[in-house]
Every structure is written in structure tokens, then in C-alpha cells.
């Protein structure tokens, strides 16, 4: 990987690596009438533009099955900004520019016509279903790219190993590995990011994040989103490849693998490989160390809602889980015995979306102190930001009594929203960001052992309703 050395004079990418020869000018959108592409994608471009106005010329070319005219494709390009709250310098400068290009982008003829419309190398953003930019990856054989082309890849990549694996050969001989970008945008997010800041920019914690400290390690994402209209996807997928098999193993990863010496793509990625190649389910049993559950009608907020399975869209047949819990060991010297708790859900009550690290007792506590030890946890809350510290201290009413205080701060939201960030590692043509094709399969292989212990019906689904915190007796 060509990432970790610079020249002098060369010009740094964003993430602090040299920017490649050819920085790419041109943005091709498959499936830009898509709602990741309009609600997501083009606000966090904009955001971008607006952050970098000098470094970024771009040319925004946005494809997809709608039949488009120009005006209609600028409606959808401005309203998408506008919402993104983009400022109307760059909307203009995008509008200038753009097209928009009705294409079946499982086709070699229409995707050849994408890859020529800018004058240099393309980014192609496959902002497509899972199964259509498989397809469309294989029609690219057929069609010659320029050098320095990239593709970026949205997750779910693949439906288990085996179909990552074949995904990753097909884009092998397609572009170098340092030219795809399989997205993780919470990768982006700035409290991810902070990990790094927080784990190796501090002297306190790195002494204490190991087994010796460390009795337990959560991450959880519960969201009081329900499926909001993304049954088409949401209910083949469930939340175990939604959210754990991606975005919670790339955090944990983060939390757990050993110090870098730099932030290069090539430093952090492979630190994080290490860490999942040595994950795996608690106990060696994916039955045992797992848990599923549905939500039924409840109330949100004062919004009534109906039984996931009786969502438009959704197959009850699927039996698709909205709230799922996996426990991990990494097998290593660092953390042997250490449970990693990953968890999210849907149409949970509270939200709760944070990395949560909980410290052993103390070997002695002072004989004369009185009261209880809570653990001390650290908590890295994802959005909105904050880091948190529980610790005990002396009470105020008794001076040799143990009392608890939680030392807080919120975090800035970040320069850029997750997307922008991801967006703008891939024009610079910097992977820091992109989750590399082993670990991809790694992550994979982690849940595909709990996937088949659920097809096989070794693990109950249980039943929340909507707006609880889940099922009784899980832990929180
Ligand atoms: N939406 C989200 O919040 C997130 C989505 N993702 C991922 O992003 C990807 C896209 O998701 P999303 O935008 O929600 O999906 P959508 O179904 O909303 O959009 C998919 C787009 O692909 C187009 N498309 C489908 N087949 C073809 C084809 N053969 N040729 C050209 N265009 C085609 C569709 O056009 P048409 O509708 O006209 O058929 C549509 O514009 C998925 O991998 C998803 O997992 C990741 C994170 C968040
Ligand atoms: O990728 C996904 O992420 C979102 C949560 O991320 P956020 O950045 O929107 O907070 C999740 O709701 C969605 O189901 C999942 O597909």
C-alpha cells in the first residue's frame, strides 16, 4: 500500500496522507434517485464542498433507473442540499456542472458511457441494493477503466464469507485494493474517530486497556427508529447484518486493537485486522452467546406503532429479528476472558448508542471506607457526542463514605457529518476510512456461525414492544 510516505512538497489528504497523482474529479452516482444517495450521500457532499471550497472541483454525475430529464435531476440535486443545509454558493457551483444519466447499471454498454462522461479517472459510488451492484461489478469486466479509477462499495458487502470472498476476487481484477472503498460511514463518525484520540492521546487509559483492567466491553446502538419504509432491505437483512455485522465490529475493532504507530491507512487497518482475525463468538457456542428478539405494537414518543410484522413489506416468514445481542472473545494476549457485548435494535424506547468500557474492583478497598464501589466505566456516547467517566469518591455527608460522580463533557459533532468525511477520504484516495477486503470478510465469518444457529432455530426470538428497552431479563 503506497500510503505512509510522503514527499516534501506532496499535498496531504484530509486524513493526513499523500494525496495519489490523479485526485478524482469526478463523482458517478449509481443510484442517485435512491434514498441513501439523496438523504445522505449529496447533503454530506455539499457539506464537504462547503468545508474545502478551494481543493475540491468536482463533477457530480448522478445514474439511475429513473427516466430524468436535466431540470428533474436538478430538483432532486437541490432539494437534497438544500435539506442538507448546504449553502447556495455550492449548490450553484454543483447545478453548473452535473448530469445526470438514465443507465441499467448492470449493463457493460451503459456503464462504459457512466465511466467516460468527466475528463479523468471516476469514483463510482455504487450507492445501489446489495444484489444490483454485484451485478454491476461483474458487467464492469467488460469495460476498461481508466487508471486511477475507484470503486466504492456500501455495505452489506456480501450476504455471508464465501459471498465477500467471491466480491472481493471480482473487484481484485477489476481496480488495485487501494482504489476500493468498501464503506463503513460510522468509520466517519466523529466519536469513532475519537477513540483514537482517546486511547492514544492520553496517558491514563492505555496502561489499564487490557484483561488485567477491563472486566467487560460494551457497544450498543438502540435506535427509536422503527423501519421507516426500508422493509425491501431492512427485513432480508435484520439487525445483525444491519448493524453489528458492519458498523459494531468496525467499532469494536477500534476499541480493541493494539496502539498504532501512525494513523496511516495502512497502520490502523492492519491493527484492526489483527484484532477480528482473533474474534470470535463467546464460548465457541453462537447459540448460547447470542440473542434475537421482534418488536410488537407499541407506543414511541406518543407515535403508535404496529407490529413489526405487520410493516408494509415485511415476510413474516423471514423471521427477521429487530433487536440482536452477540457476545465476543478476542483471542489474545490483550484481552483473553473479556466478554465484548454488541447490541442494537429497533423501536427502542430510549436511545442509548455508546461504547461502553467497565473496570475491575480495586484488589484492596481500604479497610474504614464504607459503602459500596461502583465500577468505573468510561462511555464514548455516538451522537449526540460525549465522553463520560464513572468514578467513586468521598461522599459529601460522610467523609470516609464511598459516593459515585460521573466527570462529563460533550464532544464536537465533527467538521463533517459521517458521510462527508467517508467522501472525502475516497476522493483523496485515501482507504484510512474503508474497511479492507479480508477484514471484510473477517467481520463476516464472526456472525455467519450465529446466522446459522438462528436459520436453525437454536436461539428463541424473543418479543419487546415497541418503545421498551427489549425483552425483560436482558441486560441493558
Ligand atoms: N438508505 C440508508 O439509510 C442507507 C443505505 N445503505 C446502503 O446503500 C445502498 C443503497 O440503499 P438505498 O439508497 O437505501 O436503496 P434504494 O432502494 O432507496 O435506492 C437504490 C437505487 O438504485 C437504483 N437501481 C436499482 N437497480 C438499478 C439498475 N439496474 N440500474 C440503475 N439503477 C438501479 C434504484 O432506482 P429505482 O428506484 O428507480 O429502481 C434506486 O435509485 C444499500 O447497499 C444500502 O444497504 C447504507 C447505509 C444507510
Ligand atoms: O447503516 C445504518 O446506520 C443507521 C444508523 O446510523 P446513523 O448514522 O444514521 O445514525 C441505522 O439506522 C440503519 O438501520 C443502518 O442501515
Known sequence: MSISSATPDQAMSVHGAPLPDTPIRTLVLLGASGDLAHRLLMPALGKLLDAEPQRRDLVLVGAGAEDWDAAAWHDRLEDSL???????????????????????VTKADDLRRLVQAGEA??????????????????????????????????????????????????????????????????????????????RFANRIFEPVW?????????????????????????????????????????????????????????????????????TRVWGGDAALASRRARYSAGSIGGREVPDYVHEPGVDPARNTETLAEVTLEIDNWRWAGVPFRLRSGKSVGTQRKEVVVTFKPVPHLPTGLTGTCEPDRLRLVMGPDAIALDLNVNGEDDPMGIDHVTLDTELSPGRLPAYGEVLAGVLDGDPLLAVRGDTAVECWRIVDSVLKAWAADETPMETYAAGTQGPEGWPV
Do not use: W
Not at 141 to 151: F, I, K, M, N, R
Not at 174 to 197: C, S
Open 121 to 198: 479517472a471516476p469514483a463510482l459510488y455504487f450507492a445501489l441494493p446489495p444484489a444490483v451492484t454485484a451485478k454491476a461489478c461483474d458487467a464492469l469486466v467488460d469495460v476498461e477503466l481508466p487508471e486511477g479509477t475507484v470503486l466504492v462499495l456500501e455495505k452489506p458487502f456480501g450476504t455471508d464469507e464465501a459471498s465477500a470472498k467471491a466480491l472481493n476476487a471480482r473487484l481484485a481484477g477489476l481496480v488495485p485494493e487501494d482504489r476500493t472503498f468498501r464503506v463503513d460511514h460510522f468509520l466517519g463518525r466523529a466519536t469513532v474517530l475519537n477513540l483514537l484520540g482517546v
Open 82 to 104: 438544500t435539506k442538507g443545509d448546504v449553502s447556495r454558493e455550492t449548490i450553484d457551483a454543483l447545478l453548473a456542472t452535473t448530469s445526470y444519466q438514465r443507465a441499467d
Open 210 to 278: 487490557n484483561a488485567g483492567h477491563v472486566a467487560s466491553v460494551d457497544i450498543v446502538f438502540d435506535e427509536p427508529l422503527t423501519l421507516e419504509g426500508r422493509a425491501g432491505y431492512y427485513d432480508k437483512a435484520g439487525a445483525l447484518v444491519d448493524m453489528i455485522q458492519s458498523h459494531l465490529l468496525q467499532v469494536m475493532a477500534l476499541v480493541a486493537m493494539d496502539p498504532v504507530g501512525s494513523v496511516s491507512a495502512f497502520d490502523l487497518r492492519e491493527s484492526k485486522a489483527e484484532v477480528l482475525r482473533a
